[in-house]
C-alpha cells in the first residue's frame, strides 16, 4: 500500500515562498517518477512538476516555470517543491503522486496519490 503525505501548504503573501514536501512509504520510492499537481476551486487538475526516480530528469508546467524548483531526497523518500514569487493565481490544493514509470509527464501514469496541501496567496 502506497502512502504519501504532503506537508508545507499555508498562507503567504503575494511574492512569499513556500516548501512543500511530499513524503512517501509503502513502495520502492527511489525508482519512481514522481509529480506535483494542483487545482484551484472550479479548474480543473493542473500537471505543476515532475522529476524522475534519479533527479536526472525534470519538467515544469510553463505557468512556474522560473519560479518552483522540485527536487527528490531518495534516502528520506521524501519530495519537495520550492515555490518563490508565489502569486495568487497559484493558490490551490496541491497534490503530488507516484507514478508507475520512472519519469512521467503524463497524467495517466500516476497511480498514487496523497491527500493534498492548501496553498493561498493573497494579493
Known amino acids: 500500500q502506497v502512502q504519501l503525505v504532503e506537508s508545507g501548504g499555508g498562507l503567504v503573501q503575494a511574492g512569499g515562498s513556500l516548501r512543500l514536501s511530499c513524503a512517501a512509504s509503502g513502495r520502492t520510492f527511489s525508482n519512481s517518477g514522481v509529480g506535483w499537481f494542483r487545482q484551484a476551486p472550479g479548474k480543473s487538475r493542473e500537471f505543476v512538476a515532475a522529476?524522475?526516480?534519479?533527479?536526472?530528469?525534470?519538467y515544469y508546467a510553463d505557468s512556474v516555470k522560473g519560479r518552483f524548483t522540485i527536487a527528490r531526497d531518495n534516502a528520506k523518500n521524501t519530495v519537495y517543491l520550492q515555490m518563490v514569487s508565489l502569486k495568487p493565481e497559484d493558490t490551490a490544493v496541491y497534490y503530488c503522486?507516484?507514478?508507475?514509470?520512472?519519469?512521467?509527464?503524463?497524467?495517466?501514469?500516476?497511480?498514487?496519490w496523497g491527500q493534498g496541501t492548501q496553498v493561498t496567496v493573497s494579493s
Open positions: 503522486a507516484l507514478s508507475g514509470l520512472r519519469y512521467s509527464t503524463t497524467y495517466q501514469s500516476y497511480a498514487y
Open positions: 522529476i524522475s526516480w534519479n533527479g536526472g530528469r525534470i
